[in-house]
């Protein structure tokens, strides 16, 4: 069998340099072919439109960066100018954008080749991303809702890809499928063309196979937007360049035990020691502010704006939505918006706490597991903890998550080796605000320390 780590597509060189669009194109056209039938990652590719897209890549002349050429997917979550974006419903089916969303529009300039759309759980409201396969374990769920893309990456048709991250969104599905998947600092980089579920909470996610796939796509797409505001926030980091030098990371240690799965804190406490032992960084005991509140915050934030974004749509198509967000919708309703705006205030006192937490221990990131369990088998609804709790998947995947999440922090999460059962499990780093450059730069020290899980076998007989 042929590995997907093996030669991916997006990194193939000839003797005479780096491989032309339309060459890099139709590797992962022959990868997709391969691994679709059992992955199932796309909403949509249309393999025509790829190739005519990469030979105009082509004949705009020499590469000039790092993703010229490279085939990036793209969730169904953004716009792209003519071609269909559902967020993966029935309730978008005949909608065909006329612009790009921006960041989309910035991969074309930077001549990256935007490649299909990925399945995402219907408008981003889950964690189960049917009937997206884990490609390093194909009877195992990818995570969500950026499922599709992660799993395209994580199966070598794409060497990095789009995805949005409200609720760990990016981080969840990487750490499920043993790819890199990084949340920007909340502002950083353009939502326009981006369908909202909660506004205060959306961030454009990334994913790659490593650290500098990421790094390339964030340098793309970053940036001042005047069609999103929110972008137009100045950032001031706290310190200036890339920190190369010794480091100091706080480690919830609670965290890293009785809380996870005993496969994962296995595999953590080899990361863990992988990075105690390198030369400059000092491992700091913390406690995370608000940990026993977070979820409760999560939920009053997300499901008032989640309701308001939905309301005409579910007005005009309910019998449209599947039936688990259609509930979770008729839940969100209920909810009082009139309190919304004294609990942004809260999530904003949380931030407080956070950059409190920073400072007082001198920390250059946070180090967290990213989820406390690994893929569950594809029709798992729940997990039964040997204690007898019994947690949905969304109460499983979110906790680990959700700082980052209500705090705007920067988060990567990245490979860190499987569990006994060979399913890939994630290490989350978490940086100071605006300081995405900083965390990508450790970020990619770490990765040299972290063992990386094991080859997929995606291919298409399973």
């Not at 953590?268 to 000092?282: D, F, H, K, Q, S």
């Not at 995370?288 to 198509?317: C, I, M, T």
């Not at 088998?377 to 969304?394: C, K, N, R, S």
Request: proline share 10%.
């Amino acid at each position: 069998m042929t590995s997907a780590r093996s030669g991916p597509p997006g990194t193939a060189a000839g003797p005479r340099g780096p491989a032309g669009a339309s060459v890099l194109a139709r590797a992962a056209l022959e990868r997709y072919e391969a691994t679709e039938p059992l992955v199932h990652a796309f909403e949509t590719l249309e393999s025509s439109l790829v190739l005519r897209r990469a030979r105009a890549i082509d004949r705009r002349g020499a590469p000039r960066g790092g993703l010229w050429g490279a085939p990036v997917a793209v969730k169904d979550i953004f716009d792209t100018a003519g071609e269909r974006t559902s967020c993966s419903s029935r309730v978008l089916e005949g909608n065909v954008p006329r612009t790009d969303a921006t960041v989309v529009a910035r991969l074309r300039a930077a001549g990256a080749l935007p490649f299909g759309k990925t399945r995402m759980h219907e408008f981003g409201c889950g964690v189960v991303n049917t009937p997206t396969r884990n490609p390093r374990h194909p009877g195992h769920l990818p995570g969500g809702s950026s499922g599709g893309s992660a799993a395209a990456v994580a199966a070598g048709v794409c060497r990095a890809a789009l995805g949005s991250d409200t609720g760990g969104s990016v981080r969840i599905p990487a750490a499920l499928c043993g790819v890199v998947g990084f949340k920007p600092t909340y502002g950083l980089v353009s939502r326009y063309g981006m369908f909202p579920a909660s506004p205060s909470l959306d961030h454009v996610g990334l994913l790659g196979r490593h650290v500098r796939d990421v790094r390339l796509l964030l340098d793309a797409v970053r940036g001042p937007d005047p069609l999103d505001p929110l972008t137009l926030e100045p950032f001031r980091p706290r310190r200036a360049g890339l920190r190369k030098g010794p480091c100091v990371l706080g480690v919830p240690e609670a965290l890293f035990s009785g809380y996870v799965q005993p496969g994962v804190a296995a595999a953590l406490a080899e990361g863990l020691a992988a990075l105690r032992a390198a030369p400059g960084v000092t491992l700091e005991p913390v406690e995370l502010p608000g940990w026993n509140e977070q979820f409760e915050l999560y939920v009053r934030v997300s499901l008032p704006e989640l309701a308001r974004v939905h309301a005409d749509l579910v007005d005009k198509h309910a019998d449209s939505y599947t039936k688990d967000v259609r509930l979770l919708l008729e839940h969100a309703a209920a909810f009082p918006a009139g309190e919304l705006a004294a609990t942004l205030r809260e999530k904003d006192a949380l931030r407080t706490a956070y950059a409190e937490l920073f400072t007082r221990h001198g920390l250059d990131g946070l180090v967290l597991p990213t989820l406390p369990v690994t893929a569950p088998p594809a029709g798992t609804p729940v997990f039964h903890w040997p204690d007898g709790t019994t947690w949905d998947l969304t109460q499983a995947f979110a906790p680990l998550i959700l700082p980052a999440s209500l705090t705007g922090l920067p988060a990567l999460s990245l490979p860190c080796g499987t569990d006994g059962a060979g399913l890939p499990v994630g290490m989350q780093l978490v940086g100071h605000w605006g300081e995405d450059d900083e965390l990508l730069a450790l970020a990619e020290r770490a990765e040299g320390l972290l063992a990386p899980p094991d080859d997929p076998e995606a291919e298409a007989d399973g």
